[in-house]
């Protein structure tokens, strides 16, 4: 089998961080409909051509984004239509909107578990999420959606414990090892999407309510132009690898087994 560079598989890194391996289940999970194409659409074409099981979670439906007439029930009926079309470019297989209120999205228990609850449910690998910690300026909902991600990803959804009531839904404990944070300061995780660009603008292109135009063309050329610095048609992610050996049940006869974490740095592990 050909080695392949990492730069033209699904990312690379300036610290040689290896591209992830796949297909695996990835789970977008951000605050608004379009902040996820308009930061990952290339990344998200990319995967779900080479197999990956892809979905969305919205915890709004960006009720407030517009300057016209709408009224708040309009728009998000609105923008759910152009995100779940957006999605169908991309080969996304399902869209879920948790329906809070646009602007006043919280870190809480409730929205923490609903997402703990689609992670098991779906059986993730990957989430791939907004940067909650970068510093600057930073959208409230957008920093809120990062973190109770995180919080979500470790060590919520693998420690069987944590809202035990899924076990009566036949959920159970899993362990998702990555994160993809988009919106990061000090990005290490780059993907090349030149192969997917029209993808990415046909995407960005189905959020009518939000861009200011609909010319294609114009659209293309400005996202091959990139931004200052940009090294190439790439998005850009921080990786935060999670992974603890999977506990096991000792055999009768052996010791009991010594069990270790690794843990990204900036993590802290739950205590024991």
Same mark, same amino acid.
């Given at each position: 089998m050909?080695?392949?560079p990492w730069?033209?598989?699904?990312?690379?890194?300036?610290s040689?961080? $290896?591209p992830?391996?796949g297909?695996k289940?990835?789970m977008?999970?951000?605050?608004h409909?379009?902040?996820?194409?308009?930061?990952?659409?290339?990344?998200?074409?990319?995967?779900?051509?080479?197999?990956?099981?892809?979905?969305?979670?919205?915890?709004?439906?960006?009720?407030?984004?517009?300057?016209?007439?709408y009224t708040?029930q309009?728009?998000?009926?609105?923008?759910?239509?152009?995100?779940r079309?957006?999605?169908?470019?991309?080969?996304?297989? +399902?869209?879920?909107?948790?329906?809070?209120?646009?602007?006043?999205?919280? @870190?809480t228990?409730?929205?923490?578990?609903?997402i703990?609850?689609?992670?098991r449910?779906?059986?993730?690998d990957?989430?791939l999420?907004?940067?909650?910690?970068?510093?600057?300026?930073?959208?409230? +909902?957008?920093?809120?959606?990062?973190?109770v991600?995180?919080?979500?990803?470790?060590?919520?959804?693998?420690?069987?414990?944590y809202?035990?009531?899924?076990q009566?839904?036949?959920? @159970?404990?899993r362990?998702?090892?990555?994160m993809?944070l988009?919106?990061?300061e000090?990005p290490?995780f780059?993907?090349?999407? @030149?192969?997917?660009? +029209?993808?990415?603008?046909d995407?960005?292109?189905?959020?009518?309510s939000?861009?200011?135009?609909?010319?294609?063309?114009?659209?293309?050329?400005?996202?091959?132009?990139?931004?200052?610095?940009?090294r190439?048609?790439?998005?850009?992610?921080?990786?935060?690898?999670?992974?603890?050996?999977?506990?096991?049940?000792?055999?009768?006869?052996?010791?009991?087994?010594?069990?270790?974490?690794?843990?990204?740095?900036?993590?802290? $592990? @739950?205590?024991?």
């Amino acid at each position: 089998m050909p080695i392949i560079p990492w730069f033209q598989r699904n990312g690379r890194s300036g610290s040689a961080t $290896p591209p992830l391996e796949g297909p695996k289940t990835l789970m977008a999970i951000m605050a608004h409909p379009d902040d996820i194409d308009f930061t990952s659409a290339g990344t998200i074409a990319k995967f779900c051509a080479e197999g990956w099981t892809v979905y969305y979670v919205l915890a709004t439906s960006g009720d407030k984004g517009t300057h016209e007439g709408y009224t708040r029930q309009e728009l998000a009926a609105l923008r759910e239509q152009e995100q779940r079309e957006a999605a169908r470019v991309l080969g996304v297989k +399902d869209v879920f909107f948790l329906g809070y209120p646009d602007g006043f999205l919280e @870190s809480t228990t409730e929205l923490r578990g609903q997402i703990v609850r689609l992670l098991r449910k779906y059986e993730v690998d990957v989430v791939l999420t907004w940067d909650g910690f970068r510093r600057g300026f930073n959208h409230a +909902d957008h920093r809120n959606i990062g973190i109770v991600a995180r919080d979500a990803v470790f060590p919520a959804v693998r420690d069987h414990l944590y809202y035990a009531e899924h076990q009566d839904e036949g959920l @159970s404990a899993r362990q998702v090892n990555e994160m993809l944070l988009a919106g990061a300061e000090d990005p290490d995780f780059f993907v090349d999407i @030149s192969g997917f660009i +029209d993808k990415k603008v046909d995407a960005m292109l189905c959020h009518r309510s939000q861009v200011a135009t609909q010319d294609r063309d114009e659209m293309m050329k400005r996202q091959r132009q990139g931004r200052p610095g940009q090294r190439g048609l790439v998005e850009s992610f921080k990786r935060v690898h999670l992974g603890r050996p999977q506990r096991q049940q000792p055999q009768q006869e052996a010791p009991a087994a010594v069990h270790e974490e690794t843990v990204a740095v900036g993590v802290t $592990p @739950s205590p024991r």
